[in-house]
């Protein structure tokens, strides 16, 4: 749980519940410390809240006054919801626009989409290139294609845009923690702890460590719409580009299933 302190006169939190309780046990905090906590109606001293009452029963007698909370300072506001769900297909509609353009250079490039789907680097690293465009797309806009028609905004905790060097790092956290290169095993196990990881704490890891924040805007219509057109086209492009040959190397390379397609074409013939 997160909670936030009074202390020296200044707000300050949130901090988790125990790192509260370690400073309770270093004499840091005292009894009389005002402290505040989601579903909390208003500031009260530690000493009163269940949360940590036990702790100064524990603790060596403290002496302190309680310290006077100012009836003016307002409990903070609530963690941000992670809108994990927005972001998640935010991210996708990126990852999936990247990869139709990428197949379809591939293919106008001349290179056999078969060789370079057997090339194990190649399909791990081919997600960089994204991630390095995402990088300077989030330095000078704060968004990417995805996130901008979802009403996502990216941006540091003091609301300043992110600088080169800090959207590098975001961008690269989100490879190695939040996408796993795009392996699907890998990631769906980071897929799944970043969603755990936002629902405890309010934003992704990466986020967390690089104390960005994300704010949402409200869905318009008209691009939820270019979303969805958009998002289709891309895994269309995909299918057309790489399928056919996927089916022409499953036809020359298994007797077997050659033998069903033309018993199949058979049949169609008798029962036209």
């Known amino acids: 749980m997160d909670v936030w302190i ?14 509260v309780r370690k400073r309770i046990e270093s004499g ?28 100064f029963n524990l603790a060596p007698s403290r002496h ?26 935010a991210r996708w509609f990126d990852l999936c626009l990247f990869s ?5 250079a591939i293919w106008l490039a001349g290179r056999g989409i078969i060789a370079t789907l057997n090339q194990p680097w190649i399909m791990l690293l ?23 028609l979802l009403g996502i905004c990216v941006s540091n905790d003091n609301g300043s845009p992110l ?9 690269a956290r989100v490879l190695f923690i939040g996408l796993g290169f795009g392996w699907l095993p890998l990631s769906i196990i980071c897929q799944s702890m970043a969603w755990f990881t936002a629902r ?23 691009r939820l719409v270019a979303y969805v ?18 089916w022409q190397e499953a036809i020359r390379t298994s007797p077997e299933f050659r033998e069903q397609l033309e018993q199949l074409r058979k049949v169609q013939q008798k029962n036209p």
């Open 200 to 222: 405890r704490i309010g934003r992704p890891l990466w986020d967390h460590a690089g104390g960005h924040q994300v704010t949402m805007q409200p869905l318009q219509p008209l």
């Open 163 to 171: 600088n080169l060097a800090e959207a590098t790092r975001r961008s």
């Open 6 to 19: 009074i202390q020296n006169g200044e707000k300050t939190g949130p901090i988790h519940d125990f790192d």
């Open 64 to 89: 302190e006054p309680p310290v006077a909370v100012d009836e003016t300072v307002s409990p903070p506001p609530l963690p941000p919801q992670p809108h994990s769900m927005r972001r998640f297909w």
């Open 100 to 104: 139709g353009i990428w197949w379809l």
């Open 126 to 148: 081919h997600f960089v290139p994204w991630f390095v465009l995402e990088t300077l797309l989030i330095h000078r806009f704060g968004t990417t294609p995805g996130k901008w």
């Open 229 to 246: 057109f958009t998002l289709f086209f891309a895994l269309l492009l995909q299918f057309l580009v790489v399928f056919p040959p996927l």
């Open 28 to 55: 840091e905090l005292t009894a009389g410390t005002p402290a505040w906590h989601e579903g909390q109606p208003a500031w009260l001293p530690l000493g009163e809240i269940d949360l940590f009452s036990r702790e």
